[in-house]
């Protein structure tokens, strides 16, 4: 069955193309208002009264129940903004959105689509290659960019103030529309806290993002190495009742803290040990009165058990993590040889702990033998040692729970401390909800951040961008384009751009029109120190975006928001018929009656 295949007498497929754009007008009304430093909220609420409150685009779009194929594209390129930049997911869906409704007066007016097609890519091309001219190093005089490149590729950049000084203007810049804002600078100064320690590595995932309810979001800290939390049932095997023994004073905990061992891996219950215990002299008590079971299977199997379980004594490890849940009886001998157990269900996370306190994954617990582990002493260079032996480990108690604290911090080993490049951002909130935002807003700010230290050119903020290249497209194609048509849909973009800025102030509460006004004849003066000049939102005067606000956003940013809204906006305009297929009926086996 197709739907909306009627078109105009020219066959451009006019009311497709028309429904399809108000199926995405749709989306763009829900979205409009959360746009900016003073966008609104939304408050969404499941069936079953969960709910949250958020201004994230991609966020939004997630939860909305959007059937129309026209609309559903939108969520893809504000999915495609999120995992690729991490911020302007709102800014794409609303550009995508406008280039559309400015389309459609004149595609009424019989404009074929192809020309708006055509115009788009042509403004496209030339507001990227002005990003390209416009941009701003973050370090030096823009004159010696050989220099400024070379220097932008090697770790000691990390040590330029001048560089660090853009990271917390880009940082603070991405969270000023999210409810970190309040606190700017102090979730600033922990994200390129946490960006330098990944340096140019782009596995965001080193940094792990943990949230703790209570206490308040100032309480919000990075921490070297990696945070586990602790049962209160092994803390428990250990007699501590109460938060005072959990410091050194427990004899129990004393002695791995002292001597920490650590494994990590899959604890492969279904697979034997005993060929590799050749060479260990082992004296372990007999475990096996914690199984009673009669059954020669399970027996078998428990054995088995026991065999990896002696192992992991054998070797002295007092520490174990793992994505196997482990049963009550093992629980119980690991309680009494003063191990302790942490189950990380995700692979994903366990292979990034690994890697953070430069130890290797083990997927089978038979690969650990004392040939292994002999040659890994002697190696003292080994990348990955199969035990982990950090110089840093402590128990800390954070509101009503009890982690474990694993850090490399302190060894001296050059190996170590490149690989070991991972921490944990522990988030504070009064209350759960308001602590999932902040997760989602922080990991948005960790992911631009970690662009743009690969990326590290930067443009003014607050919209500011958007006028100058509507202003210089202008020119542009008034001086270049003698097609009149093709002229228009030129326009059509450069208008579509100025709608940005316009949507920053109607949201800020002031007069959009006498402000973008007024923003525009600044813009049309020649004068190169007016580039940047945009609206404060604050007080609603016109200033510097650079130098007088500080308000900074790297130049990927915008122009992954033009690539991707352009791009969108052509796919839609190509769209002369929607077809529905409707599934097929299921084959029903004849009924044949006997006479």
């Given at each position: 069955m197709s739907n909306g295949s009627s078109v105009n007498g020219n066959g451009n497929g006019i009311k497709t193309i028309k429904e399809n754009i108000q199926a995405c007008m749709e989306i763009y009304y829900h979205l409009k208002t959360t746009l900016g430093p003073y966008g609104r909220d939304k408050l969404i609420v499941d069936r079953n009264n969960n709910y949250l409150s958020t201004n994230d685009g991609a966020t939004i779009l997630q939860y909305l129940k959007i059937t129309h194929p026209a609309a559903r594209l939108l969520i893809g390129i504000s999915k495609s903004q999120d995992e690729t930049v991490g911020d302007g997911t709102t800014s794409v869906v609303l550009l995508t959105c406008i280039l559309l409704q400015n389309t459609l007066k004149f595609l009424l007016l019989s404009i074929h689509p192809i020309i708006f097609i055509k115009g788009f890519q042509i403004s496209l091309d030339f507001c990227l290659n002005v990003i390209n001219e416009i941009k701003v190093s973050p370090i030096g005089d823009n004159n010696n960019n050989n220099n400024n490149e070379e220097l932008l590729k090697k770790e000691e950049i990390f040590e330029n103030e001048e560089f660090l000084k853009h990271l917390y203007s880009v940082a603070s810049t991405s969270i000023s529309s999210k409810i970190l804002a309040r606190y700017s600078d102090h979730f600033s100064k922990l994200g390129v806290e946490a960006v330098k320690r990944l340096k140019f590595n782009a596995t965001q995932d080193l940094i792990r993002v943990i949230g703790?309810?209570?206490?308040?979001?100032l309480e919000s800290q990075l921490i070297d190495g990696v945070l586990l939390e602790i049962d209160q049932n092994q803390l428990s095997g250990f007699k501590i009742n109460d938060r005072q023994q959990i410091n050194k004073e427990n004899e129990k905990i004393k002695s791995i803290l002292k001597n920490p061992s650590i494994i990590i891996g899959k604890l492969q219950l279904?697979?034997?040990?005993?060929?590799?215990?050749?060479?260990?002299?082992?004296?372990?008590p007999n475990f096996y009165d914690h199984n009673n079971n009669n059954n020669t299977n399970n027996n078998n199997n428990n054995r088995e058990q026991m065999e990896k379980i002696e192992l992991l004594i054998g070797f002295g490890i007092n520490i174990v993590i793992s994505d196997t849940e482990i049963p009550a009886w093992i629980e119980s001998i690991f309680k009494e040889n003063n191990i302790l157990y942490f189950n990380i269900p995700d692979s994903r996370e366990l292979e990034i702990i690994s890697h953070c306190i430069n130890c290797s994954l083990i997927y089978?617990?038979?690969?650990?033998?004392?040939?292994?582990?002999?040659?890994?002493?002697?190696?003292?260079?080994q990348q990955h040692p199969m035990i982990s032996k950090p110089n840093s480990i402590d128990i800390q108690s954070i509101g009503d729970k009890f982690f474990l604290?694993?850090?490399?911090?302190?060894?001296?080993?050059?190996?170590?401390?490149?690989?070991?490049?991972?921490a944990t951002i522990l988030l504070r909130s009064p209350t759960d909800t308001m602590l999932q935002e902040c997760i989602r807003s922080f990991k948005?700010?960790?992911n631009i951040l970690s662009a743009t230290v690969r990326n590290p050119y930067l443009i003014g903020g607050g919209g500011c961008a958007y006028i100058e290249l509507s202003k210089r497209l202008r020119n542009k194609a008034n001086q270049s384009i003698a097609d009149e048509k093709l002229l228009i849909s030129i326009n059509c973009f450069a208008d579509s751009l100025e709608m940005i800025p316009m949507i920053l102030i109607q949201n800020a509460g002031y007069d959009s029109l006498d402000l973008l006004g007024k923003l525009k004849s600044v813009h049309k003066s020649s004068n190169s120190s007016d580039i940047w000049k945009g609206v404060n939102l604050n007080d609603g005067t016109i200033a510097d975006m650079i130098s007088d606000l500080n308000v900074k956003e790297p130049s990927f940013l915008l122009s992954n928001i033009l690539t991707l809204s352009s791009r969108a906006a052509q796919m839609i305009l190509r769209i002369n018929n929607n077809i529905f297929i409707e599934p097929r009926e299921q084959f029903k086996i004849p009924n044949h009656q006997q006479s």
């Open positions: 703790i309810t209570g206490n308040s979001m279904n697979k034997s040990c005993s060929d590799q215990f050749q060479g260990l002299n082992l004296s372990i089978d617990l038979s690969s650990l033998s004392s040939k292994n582990i002999n040659n890994g002493q002697q190696q003292q260079q604290k694993i850090s490399l911090k302190g060894d001296t080993s050059e190996k170590s401390l490149s690989l070991s490049n991972g948005d700010m960790l």
